[in-house]
T-cell receptor, first 113, second 114 residues
């Protein structure tokens, strides 16, 4: 079953603008991860935020986590055409890196040149 | 490192046939995961192994699905007999338990059952 639910399902913006995607989940978590999937490819890990963290940055990526609301957001600043992809949040309820992830259905991001 | 390797990349088969998907995890990783992706259901965890031992197969849809990991460098996912509703992209991923929690995905096998 899907734990994470991303919104919006699709997002189209102009190159250079910021893109924000949201994710909600249902059960308690140890960490939340964001992955990117280019068309026809496998998923690529972007960033992980632990349940005791509220915000994390990595390059042009900023992730926030609100465990009281069971939600997370992914912000991509200064978007580029190469950022066009689907973005998924994934939750790890047990931690340790040894458990399967529960993925949301993803946000399809299109960056218009 | 070659990353996670999956074969075949594409498989087209007729209903009722046996299908075997293969995965070679990244060397040194001790956890392996099989996921399935469809438009309707998104990404679903089917089964995962830690140190070659199946830990949770509750995501395997039916008895027609089975997975094995005979050693640390090889895993198979078998569907027998296959049905049209099994058509999907099947991903294998690996990670190092106790490490960074990050999972590394293979390119996937696109299965079409006619």
């Amino acid at each position: 079953s899907q734990q994470g639910e991303e919104d919006p399902q699709a997002l189209s913006i102009q190159e250079g603008e910021n893109a924000t995607m949201n994710c909600s989940y249902k059960t308690s978590i140890n960490n939340l991860q964001w992955y990117r999937q280019n068309s026809g490819r496998g998923l690529v890990h972007l960033i992980l935020i632990r349940s005791n963290e509220r915000e994390k940055h990595s390059g042009r990526l900023r992730v926030t986590l609100d465990t009281s609301k069971k939600s997370s957001s992914l912000l991509i600043t200064a978007s580029r055409a190469a950022d066009t992809a689907s973005y998924f949040c994934a939750t790890d309820s047990n931690g340790g890196g040894a458990d399967g992830l529960t993925f949301g259905k993803g946000t399809h991001l299109i960056i218009q040149p | 490192d070659a990353g996670v390797i999956q074969s075949p990349r594409h498989e087209v088969t007729e209903m009722g046939q046996e299908v075997t998907l293969r995965c070679k995890p990244i060397s040194g990783h001790n956890s392996l995961f099989w996921y399935r992706q469809t438009m309707m259901r998104g990404l679903e965890l089917l089964i995962y192994f830690n140190n070659n031992v199946p830990i949770d197969d509750s995501g395997m849809p039916e008895d027609r699905f089975s997975a094995k990991m005979p050693n640390a460098s090889f895993s198979t996912l078998k569907i027998q007999p296959s049905e049209p509703r099994d058509s999907a992209v099947y991903f294998c991923a690996s990670s190092f338990a106790g490490g960074s929690y990050e999972q590394y995905f293979g390119p996937g096998t696109r299965l079409t059952v006619t």
